[in-house]
Structure formats: structure tokens, C-alpha cells
């Protein structure tokens, strides 16, 4: 049965193989002579190279345990998958030096453990190269010679320990860097020296107990960074100060804070979310510990069992929404959180029936979506609070009448704003000062009382 399957397989991958080469069976594919015999065990990959049709040469789960020297791509492939096998080596001379329209190479759960230098250089025109799930221990300055165009890399889920100064600085264009899941505990100033290109920054699951003030020197244009799952005992406010112009996603999760102090979180002009769960320690967000956010609108606190402190001025923007998680509420004596601007929809539907709902008493009024403004808490039914496409969404027909509302409503408000400031300020325009536009806007102070915390210490909840 094996036989007549090998048997198979030969007949029609040859046919591919000599199909795609527009040669007769035998004179080209010894270029793709990949394979050699492993453990005295015949190696059955040259014929099972084939043609996958978009995704490029399809060598993945092919039971590869070594590769010949030389290997030359067939023109018409950019992306070669190597994927799931059991490489162990990869060399400089792994491909020969006519490979440079190959831009994809994919070497992901192989056996690998040292990159040594040079190794690429005979693929020069490689964009993205995906060395995750192997058991790389060992990566040099030099190890991604000869790739500058490279954009994205993925080292994720691998065995590095340690990282050498200036390992990606080979790399200029790199915009995208996967390091999760190492076991490395330090990044030296340098790592990231010349990577002005750089989008995304995973540093997930690393074992990181803190971060080099340098650090993102030079990463200018880093938009997302994932810190979350480190052992991180602080915010690393000064490494993060670097990335304030660029950085619109920062995941700090899963680490060992206490305390979120004042400007922890700072000056972050373009940031849009942050996330902050799973904090299994911290026990106080304080005042002004993101600051300057601005362009926040995506604030996650889950799964903070010890939270007892949580200030409201935290940054300018109004609660909508109040995470199920965020406090154990059987154990909040009393909450007031008027004057925020509730959104009642299904994520707030937890709220009808749990013990939130008998602390706020009347003071909860919905102001979001529009069809519940202005409803109290006590009149709407559970039923109310659902998430409905349309609530965003209004129907084609009414846009220009939504349009023209808009443009009428932003007006009429920035008028309104400015003579209502101007009136109570006598100045319409001054330098950035956090304080006075905080207390210019009308805020609300919330007792809550932790009575699990020990010295019976009134806990507040500040919500502007
Ligand atoms: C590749 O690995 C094999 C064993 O897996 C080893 O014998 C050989 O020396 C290695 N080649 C290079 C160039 O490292
Ligand atoms: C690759 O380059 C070598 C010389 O560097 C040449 O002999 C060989 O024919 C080339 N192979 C292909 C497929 O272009
Ligand atoms: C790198 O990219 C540039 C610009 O896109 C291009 O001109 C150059 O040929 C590329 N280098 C290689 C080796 O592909
Ligand atoms: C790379 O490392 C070697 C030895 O570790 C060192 O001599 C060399 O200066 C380094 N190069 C760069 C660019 O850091
Ligand atoms: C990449 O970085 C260079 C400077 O090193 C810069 O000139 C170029 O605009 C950057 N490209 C992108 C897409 O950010
Ligand atoms: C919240 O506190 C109550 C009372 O101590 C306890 O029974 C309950 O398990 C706690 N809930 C959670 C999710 O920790």
C-alpha cells in the first residue's frame, strides 16, 4: 500500500514539477534536491515538492530532517514553506546564490537552534521570515546579513536566553518583530538600534523584570507593543516615554504591578488602547496615572482582584462602560457613578440584577445609545441592554440628515464650549495645563468601600 502511494505521489508530483519548469520529466527539478536520507532512511521529499497554488513551493509536513546545499528555487515561487519538519541546520549555502526573488520563507516548527552568520544571504529579496516554534538558542549580530529589505520576523516560541547588542540591526526595514514565548530575562540597550521602521513589537510572555530606558531610541515609529506576561514590577515609564509620538496600542497585562503611580502613563498623544488585565497584584490605580492620553478610547481593566483604589483622574475621558470584572462588587458597600456617560448596551447588561445595581440606586442614568438616554437604571429591563448594529450604525437614508446634525452639533458645541471656558476662564488658549482643564469639567466623587481590605481603609472610586 506504502509503495503503491509513493508510487503515486512520484507520478503526480513529477508531472507538476515538470509541468511548472516546461521541462520534460528529469532535467530541472535536481535543483530542488532538498532532501538527503536521514538515519540510513530514504528521504521521500523531491517528489512530494509540489505546487501549492497560491501559497507558493509547499514543503511543510514533509518529515525533512535535512537539506542539500545549493537549493534553487524555481523561479515562479516566492514563498517557500519549510514549515513543520525536522531541520535541524540551516546554512549560508542551504540555497544557492540564485534565489534573490524568493521573498517568503517560512521555517517555522523545525528543530533549529543556532541561526550562525550569514545564513540568509543567499535570499536577498526575503520580506518575511517566520524561524517560530523551533529551539533557537543562539542568534548573532550578523546571524541576518544580507536581508535588509526584511520586514517582518518572527522568533516567537523559541529557547533564546539571551539577545547580543545590535542582533537586528541588519534589518532597517523591519516593521514587524515577534519575540514572544523566550526565556530572556534582559534586552540590552541596543536591541532594537536602527529599527526606525518598526510597527509592531511583540514582547509577549518574555520573562522581562524590566526594560532599559534606551531601549526604544530609536524604534520612532512603533505603533503596537505587547509587554503583557512579563515580571515587570513597575510601569517602565522612561522606556515607554520614547514611543509617546508614535504608540496607539500598548498591552501591559499579566504583570507584577502594585500600584499604578501618577504618570505611569504619560504624554501618550496617539494612544487609542491600553490594556491592563490579569493585574493580579495591583491594588491602586492613583491619580493622573495615564496622563496626556488624549486620544484614549480604549481603556481594559479586567481581572484586578486586589484593586481596592481606583482614581477617576485618570485622563480626560468619561467612563462608558463599567467592566464586570473590574471589582469583586459583593464586596462594595456603597458606589455612586452619576455623571458619567453610561452606555447601556450588552456589555452593561450584567449590571441589571448584580449587586451594582442596588448601590447606585436612582443615580444611573444611560446615555448612550440614543434610544435609552436618559433612562434610569430602575425603569429599563434587562431586555434593554443589547447590542444592536443600528445603535452605531444609523440606516443609509438618514445619513445626510446625521451629516448635517454633525456638522451643526460640533459647531454649536465648539461655540458653546469655547464661551462657557472663556466665561469662566477669562482666556480661551494656554499652554496644555492638565489640572485646570480637569477641574474645569464636573466630577463626582465614588466611596467604595473594599470590605475585604484589612484596616477597614475606605477605598475611592473617582469617576469624572
Ligand atoms: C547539520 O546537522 C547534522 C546533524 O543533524 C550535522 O552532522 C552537520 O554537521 C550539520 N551541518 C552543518 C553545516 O552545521
Ligand atoms: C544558478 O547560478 C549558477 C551560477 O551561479 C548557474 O550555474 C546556474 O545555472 C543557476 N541556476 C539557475 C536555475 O538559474
Ligand atoms: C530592496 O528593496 C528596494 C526597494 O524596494 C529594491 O530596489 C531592491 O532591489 C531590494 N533589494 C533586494 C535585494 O531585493
Ligand atoms: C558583532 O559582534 C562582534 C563580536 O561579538 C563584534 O566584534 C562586532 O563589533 C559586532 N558588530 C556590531 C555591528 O555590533
Ligand atoms: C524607514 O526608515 C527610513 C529612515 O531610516 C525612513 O526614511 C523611511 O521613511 C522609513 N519608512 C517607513 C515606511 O517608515
Ligand atoms: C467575591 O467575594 C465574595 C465574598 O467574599 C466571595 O464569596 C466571592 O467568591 C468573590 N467572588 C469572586 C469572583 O472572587
Known sequence: MRGFLTALCLASCSLHVAAFLGFPWGSAESDWNLCASVDGRPCDCPDDVFEADRAGLDCSYRDIGYLHDGAVVPLRFKKVDLSNNRLRNFTATTFSSNNSHVTELDMAANLLSVIPPNAFVNLPGLL???????????????????????????????????????????????????????????????????????????????????????????????????????ELGSVPTKALFKLSPSLKVLDLSGNLFTELTSYSIYNMKRLHELYLRQLIYLKAIDDYAINECNNLRNLELQLLPRISFISSRLSYTRLETLPEGLLNW?????????????????????????????????????????????????????????????????????????????L??????????????????????RKTDNYSQLKAASRETITVVDSSAVSNTDAELNVA
Not at 517560530?132 to 536566553?161: M, V, W
Not at 545590535?166 to 519575540?179: D, E, K, S, V
Not at 444611560?366 to 437604571?377: D, K, T, V
Request: glycine share 4%; proline share 4%.
Open 128 to 230: 518575511k521570515l517566520d524561524l517560530s516554534n523551533n529551539e533557537i538558542q543562539i542568534i548573532t549580530n550578523d546571524s541576518f546579513n544580507g536581508i535588509a529589505n526584511l520586514s517582518s520576523l518572527d522568533l516567537s516560541h523559541n529557547k533564546l536566553h539571551v539577545f547580543e547588542a545590535n542582533t537586528f540591526m541588519l534589518l532597517p526595514r523591519l516593521q514587524r518583530l515577534q519575540l514572544k514565548y523566550n526565556p530572556v530575562n534582559f534586552l540590552p540597550d541596543s536591541l532594537f538600534t536602527g529599527l526606525f521602521n518598526l510597527t509592531h513589537l511583540d514582547l509577549t510572555h518574555l520573562q522581562l523584570v524590566a526594560l532599559h530606558n534606551e531601549l526604544f531610541t530609536d524604534t520612532t515609529s512603533l505603533e503596537e507593543l505587547s509587554l503583557a506576561f512579563n
Open 330 to 406: 459583593t464586596l462594595v458597600k456603597s458606589l455612586e457613578l452619576s455623571h458619567n456617560q453610561w452606555r447601556c448596551d450588552c456589555h452593561m447588561a450584567w449590571i441589571k440584577g448584580s449587586p451594582v445595581e442596588k448601590l447606585v440606586g436612582e443615580n444611573f442614568y444611560c446615555s448612550l445609545p440614543n434610544r435609552l438616554r436618559g433612562s434610569p437604571l430602575s425603569q429599563l429591563k434587562e431586555e434593554d441592554f443589547v447590542c444592536k448594529a443600528s445603535d452605531d450604525y444609523p440606516d443609509p437614508k438618514q445619513w445626510g440628515v446625521v451629516a448635517v446634525l454633525l
Open 408 to 429: 451643526v452639533g460640533v459647531l454649536a458645541s465648539i461655540t458653546t464650549v469655547a464661551f462657557l471656558f472663556y466665561r469662566r476662564n477669562g482666556f480661551l488658549c
